[in-house]
């Protein structure tokens, strides 16, 4: 009995300095994002009124630019979606620890793999928003500049949310003992893997979401919040299924409204 009072309490230690870990990292984020988004309104003020008084943009962007940008996503992602990859990061410590493998180290390895899917979607959203600001397509808040644009973006995010291949992507993300079940691997290159993987559903899961930042404005933090909030009630609230599905008809309704209204 002390024996295994004595492990379920090395485990409840590993549990707290690991999330512990991941409260900071994402408390971190969002102070980096705040300061971010300060700094981008003060620039985007300042292209607004060199606008206003017919002046040209002062230099395209470049590679520097794209780094910034890249930065700025990746940042974003570990703030809005690490949270919701707590409850599976929680199962990982205690099952590792139970195969008397190193489980804070494990677990790291686990939350890195899930965080470089993210990392890979933030260059894939970097180099878009480039590619539309070199188009002129964005504001100098970083939002679309047009009502169809608008439109289009919550049609796709909305009806997103009814395809199969969300539904089967928030499965997994709702499932994280089925998913440790089929996807178990030791090691820390197993960790990592079988994070790149769940992490991978995620952005399965949650990508066209992201999308809606290009309507609102990037560093739009109030969206970014609701967004991540949203995130995490479909992914762990006993009716998140239903909810998402809510939000993607009103994503559609709103967005045939902005379509209407802006033709």
């Not at 300042?46 to 002062?58: K, N, S």
């Not at 599976?88 to 890195?112: D, K, Q």
């Not at 047009?146 to 969300?166: C, D, F, H, R």
């Not at 290159?189 to 930042?213: E, S, T």
Request: with cysteine.
């Amino acid at each position: 009995m002390g024996s295994q009072s004595g492990f379920e309490r090395a485990i409840r230690q590993d549990r707290v300095i690991v999330l512990s870990g991941l409260v900071a990292i994402t408390l971190l984020s969002w102070i980096y994002l705040a300061r971010m988004a300060s700094s981008m309104s003060a620039a985007a003020a300042d292209a607004g009124m060199h606008a206003a008084m017919g002046m040209p943009e002062m230099s395209a962007w470049g590679m520097a630019e794209l780094v910034m940008l890249f930065l700025m996503w990746a940042v974003m992602m570990v703030a809005m979606m690490l949270p919701s990859a707590a409850p599976i990061i929680w199962l990982v410590v205690g099952t590792y620890r139970r195969r008397g493998s190193g489980a804070r180290a494990l677990s790291s390895a686990f939350a890195s793999g899930y965080l470089t899917a993210w990392t890979v979607f933030s260059v894939v959203a970097a180099v878009t928003q480039l590619v539309l600001h070199r188009a002129a397509l964005l504001s100098p808040a970083m939002a679309t500049r047009s009502a169809i644009g608008g439109g289009a973006i919550l049609l796709v995010a909305g009806a997103y949310q009814w395809l199969p291949l969300k539904r089967a992507c928030l499965t997994h993300c709702r499932s994280p003992l089925a998913f440790l079940a089929r996807e178990w691997r030791d090691g820390t290159a197993g960790a990592f893997v079988m994070g790149v993987r769940h992490g991978l559903y995620c952005v399965g899961c949650c990508w066209a979401l992201m999308l809606l930042l290009f309507a609102a404005g990037v560093m739009n933090l109030i969206w970014v919040a609701a967004i991540a909030l949203f995130v995490l009630l479909e992914k762990l609230a006993p009716r998140g299924v239903m909810l998402g599905r809510v939000a993607g008809m009103l994503l559609m309704a709103w967005g045939a409204w902005v379509l209407i209204r802006g033709g």
